[in-house]
């Protein structure tokens, strides 16, 4: 009888469990279409678009959500994406090129899915708000007065207006109303990207009011009057700049209260009042370069020399530093291109600052953050930038010394300081002189050679102000003076400079024989290199051995 063999085959089936994520996802076709709620200006800066929509991305509905600006035949001219979100309602800013219509949508998507949901296309007629840019008023003598600035966006025109006012008037708010004492120039029509206007035949010693008005179709824009005192000389042209690395054009700003005064504001950073805590920080102070607000003039450092003394007001300082940030009186060799953040400059430079100083004093460390202090960076040359930053820290050669690293002498906000940087046959020279110092305090330091700034730009050196990463400033009494360097007193020699000594003696105290052995172990460390050093044996008598 035969027996049959039955063998049941069991499969198993193990299926990998859905993310949590997954677990809780709608299915795509229940996931709502976003929404467009609103497109309307920025209510900081009329110039941006702010977008808000309705779009589910929490876990149950799309990963992302990618919003875009189109022209109106659909080409997408930037597009943003927004990730995973609990909040209801998205908003999203758009800087648009210029006046025009744009259309506006919204894409959900979620991996696996082909089709994204859309939202319908919303159409937005934007108008490009005027600007009004700051006026430079410079003093040419003989009654006249240049006017400059920087051509706006979409403007078609521009009109300089301007009259005269006493001492004891109040500056009007605004020159927009002509009231018969109120001049006009001629309408000015121009393509360049600097615009100027001399106004002549006015009356020397006298305190005018200078506004500009910026025209486009039927729109005018007025600036706020400016003061100006008419000179019979002509004024020296001072400018500003931001550069360097960490540098934002938010941050780093420069503008003037006070035309007669001198009296500006220089910042590179924004905070909270109410915390006093910072919130964002514009470029920084290293040991080779920096990224700053610089307002500037420029010098020939063949035949010019200079004394530039100022007070800064503190107006605020980070509270929390990062040995980055602060402010001080600067000379470049070389100056950063205007608005680039993306390449470090690296120059020559002298300079008084207030930031993060470090050395050994006496053999012993000291640092502080921030305190004031004096930085020379030398020895840079285009084939030394070439070699990359190993071969400038390498090659290159920055000093810093503090004047004082007493925790009295820290940056505070709400303090002023007033400091010099001058330029004589001699070189450079960085000088502090505090109300409150001690004996320990260092007031002036030099750098020897002022032909160590004449190496990248040999024919211009550019002084001036600067601030940088987590400082705002309002500079006030300043002094500038320049004199003729072909006449001036020659130069002091650079003295050898002393280099911190190790000795180690090691001998006995007594010896029976007559020679007397000794083991005398010397290490001097000479930082800058080529110097020639001198070493003495003595006796009790002071004879040399």
């Not at 299915?27 to 920025?42: C, F, G, T």
């Not at 600006?69 to 080409?75: E, N, Q």
């Not at 200079?306 to 800064?312: I, V």
């Not at 107006?315 to 060799?333: A, K, M, R």
């Amino acid at each position: 009888m035969k027996r049959l063999s039955i063998v049941f085959l069991i499969v198993l089936s193990f299926l990998r469990p859905l993310p949590l994520s997954a677990q809780n996802q709608l299915p795509w076709d229940e996931v709502p279409d976003p929404r467009i709620l609103s497109l309307e200006p920025a209510k900081d800066d009329a110039a941006r678009i702010v977008l808000s929509f309705e779009g589910d991305l929490s876990t149950r509905g799309a990963d992302r959500a990618i919003v875009s600006l189109a022209d109106t035949r659909g080409k997408v001219l930037e597009s943003k994406t927004i990730g995973r979100t609990t909040r209801p309602v998205k908003t999203v800013e758009f800087s648009p090129p210029g006046s025009g219509v744009y259309q506006f949508s919204v894409s959900l998507y979620r991996k696996g899915e082909e089709e994204p949901k859309r939202s319908g296309t919303v159409t937005y007629n934007y108008r490009f708000p005027l600007r009004i840019p700051p006026l430079k008023l410079l003093n040419q003598g003989k009654g006249t007065l240049l006017v400059r600035w920087q051509a706006v966006p979409e403007a078609e025109a521009y009109q300089v207006l301007y009259r005269e006012i006493d001492y004891s008037e109040t500056v009007p708010p605004s020159l927009e109303v002509l009231d018969g004492k109120t001049k006009t120039s001629a309408l000015i029509r121009s393509e360049s990207d600097t615009i100027e206007c001399l106004l002549e035949r006015l009356s020397i010693g006298k305190r005018y009011a200078i506004a500009l008005s910026v025209h486009r179709e039927d729109e005018r824009a007025f600036s706020v009057p400016m003061v100006k005192t008419i000179q019979d000389t002509r004024d020296r042209e001072w400018s500003f700049t931001w550069f360097g690395q960490s540098t934002r054009p938010e941050l780093n700003t420069f503008a003037m209260l006070d035309e007669d005064a001198f009296i500006f504001q220089l910042r590179s950073c924004s905070y909270d009042p109410s915390t006093n805590q910072i919130i964002a920080k514009g470029g920084k102070f290293t040991a080779f370069h920096d990224g700053i607000s610089f307002y500037y003039t420029v010098l020939d450092p063949k035949t010019e020399n200079f004394e530039l003394t100022a007070t800064f007001q503190i107006d605020y300082i980070n509270p929390t530093p990062d040995g980055q940030e602060g402010f001080g009186l600067l000379v470049l060799d070389s100056l950063g291109q205007h608005g680039v953040n993306s390449v470090n400059h690296y120059t020559n430079s002298a300079g008084i600052i207030a930031t993060k100083f470090e050395e050994v004093v006496d053999g012993v460390k000291k640092t502080s953050k921030d305190t004031l202090g004096a930085r020379f960076v030398t020895g840079i040359t285009k084939e030394i930038i070439a070699l990359g930053d190993s071969g400038i820290a390498q090659q290159g050669r920055s000093v810093s010394k503090a004047y004082s690293y007493d925790f009295s002498s820290l940056i505070r906000t709400g303090e002023s300081y007033r400091i010099t940087l001058k330029k004589t046959n001699t070189g450079y020279h960085a000088i502090y002189r505090n109300p409150y110092s001690t004996e320990e305090d260092r007031t002036e330091f030099i750098l020897y050679g002022p032909e160590k700034l004449q190496v990248l730009d040999p024919d211009h050196i550019y002084v001036g102000f600067a601030v940088a990463r987590g400082c705002n400033v309002t500079v006030k009494d300043v002094v500038f003076t320049t004199r003729d360097a072909r006449t001036d007193p020659p130069g002091i020699p650079e003295p050898p400079e002393v280099v911190p000594l190790i000795a180690k003696v090691d001998s006995p105290t007594t010896y029976s024989k007559d020679l007397y052995p000794e083991d005398f172990r010397v290490d001097m460390f000479d930082f800058v290199g080529g110097n020639v050093g001198m070493f003495q044996y003595l006796d009790q008598s002071s004879g040399v051995v």
